[in-house]
Nanobody
């Protein structure tokens, strides 16, 4: 059973920042594309950002300039730095590991943006 372990969620005021972390097994982390998705209540899950095994990134237009995905290969960890958060970005954020034909998900971490 592959486990992706997320952390870093919580309550933050509008305009605030949070950093999410996701630790993956080394066998997964070294070759899979890692990503962050989010799902708000009553909405479909959407991709926020991805980073390949060689560090190429792709970020959703809605978070461009505010969110940054990065990875630390020594720690098998992928991060999502989120700045200038908005109330509508309240959601469960999920870590994802993707390889052609295989996908793994974390359990999700709640991010609530509210004053």
């Amino acid at each position: 059973q592959v486990q992706l372990v997320e952390s870093g969620g919580g309550l933050v005021q509008p305009g605030g920042s949070l950093r999410l972390s996701c630790v993956a097994p080394r066998s997964i982390f070294s070759i899979y594309t890692m990503g962050w998705y989010r799902q708000a209540p009553g909405k479909q899950r959407e991709r926020v950002a991805q980073i390949t095994s060689i560090g190429s990134t792709n970020t959703a237009d809605s978070v461009q300039g505010r969110f940054t995905i990065s990875r630390d290969n020594a720690k098998n960890t992928v991060y999502l730095q989120m700045n200038s958060l908005k109330p509508e970005e309240t959601a469960v954020y999920y870590c994802n590991a993707n390889f052609p034909g295989v996908t793994y998900w974390g359990q999700g971490t709640q991010v609530t943006v509210s004053s």
